[in-house]
């Protein structure tokens, strides 16, 4: 017999900042230049989104010779290599970045210790976008580590001069876990500067870790490319949530998972749009799940400039975010 029914809704959820400049780095894009504007691999890992652009007219591709010569084309909040960028300037195409600032920095970190000569063991899942970027700008000095279990395996060249540098949408505990395994082989291995994993993707697993604690079944709105968000289902399911699901949609809510549950941990991964979680809320509503608890555990505030190629008279979109770009923070 089910008592009463409640929501625990997470927050921080949904876009973060990163999210929220390249998805309005794309529709300024189409404003400024109409359609079609060109998009190397989907701008965010969210089906929504890029389906909701390409009604727009943005036309994504997997890679830069696909774009004719001279158009426009907005690499994607993952970031790309520098090959990327040179095959870009080499058709003549007008390129607009919209990597996230919070991933440019890992970039940098990686020009840099390969500057100086260190291996860097990047954590990351192997082919994914963000990754490819990262060991694009120094291939000779970067290694993958894919997991944990990677760790115990992989071989180092100089164990003095050993840095590891991660992918920004990790699992916070099993990055560093990781990283101890890495430190038991190599005693040397230095840290980056600061967090690589982005605040973001921080803020979302804490705030689940407390809904997961109280809730029967965890319901995480995300794409199934959309690391950040396969990660908060793991996490869920790692902190006391008794099952966890991931969708794209409402109507893939399924009546079983339901069954004899009393409370529903609700979440969204950093590339998802807010109208998304309100009918996940609106189909749970109509389930009997009326009553909606806020778990909030961050306050989010940071909002970054859009890219250079399109700061100018930018003010308007900032003052009122479009269709498409609904915080869910």
């Known amino acids: 017999m089910v008592g009463h029914k409640k929501v625990l809704l997470a927050a921080p959820r949904g876009y973060c900042a990163g999210v929220d400049r390249a998805v309005v780095a794309v529709e300024k894009a189409l404003d400024r230049y109409g359609a079609p504007v060109y998009v190397r691999k989907q701008i965010v890992h969210n089906i929504h989104v890029v389906t909701e652009l390409e009604t727009k007219g943005a036309v994504f591709v997997d890679e830069v010779d696909e774009v004719p010569a001279g158009a426009h084309v907005v690499f994607s909040a993952h ?21 996230c600032p919070l991933v440019t920095k890992v970039h940098r970190e990686a020009v840099r210790f390969a500057r100086d000569d260190f291996q860097i063991l990047l954590i990351g899942h192997l082919g994914h976008e963000e990754v490819e970027g990262t060991a694009g700008e ?94 908060l289902v793991e996490v869920a399911l790692e902190h006391g949530a008794k099952a966890a699901y991931r969708v794209d949609y409402a109507d893939e809510v399924r009546q079983e998972w339901l069954e004899g549950v009393e409370t529903v941990g609700v979440t969204s991964g950093a590339s998802v749009p807010e109208v998304l979680v309100q009918e996940v809320l609106e189909a749970l509503s109509d389930a009997g799940y009326r009553d909606i608890e806020e778990v909030r555990t961050a306050e989010e505030d940071l909002i970054f400039s859009l890219p250079k190629e399109l700061r100018q008279d930018t003010a308007d979109r900032r003052g009122g975010r479009s269709t498409t770009d609904r915080s869910g923070a």
Request: charged content about 25%.
């Open 138 to 231: 120094a291939p000779d000095h970067v290694t993958i580590v894919n997991s944990p279990a990677d760790a115990d395996t992989v071989e180092v060249r100089d164990p003095e001069k050993v840095v590891w540098l991660s992918q920004t949408t990790l699992s916070v505990d099993e990055t560093m876990e990781t990283v101890r395994r890495l430190r038991l082989r190599f005693p040397h291995l230095q840290d980056p500067p600061s967090d690589d994993i982005c605040y973001a993707t921080q803020n979302r697993q804490v705030a689940i870790k407390k809904v997961a604690v109280g809730a029967d079944l965890v319901i995480v709105v995300g794409s199934a490319n959309s690391s950040n968000s396969v990660r």
């Open 79 to 99: 970031g790309v290599s520098p090959a990327v960028v040179s095959a870009a300037a080499d058709r003549g195409l007008q390129a607009i970045d919209a990597t």
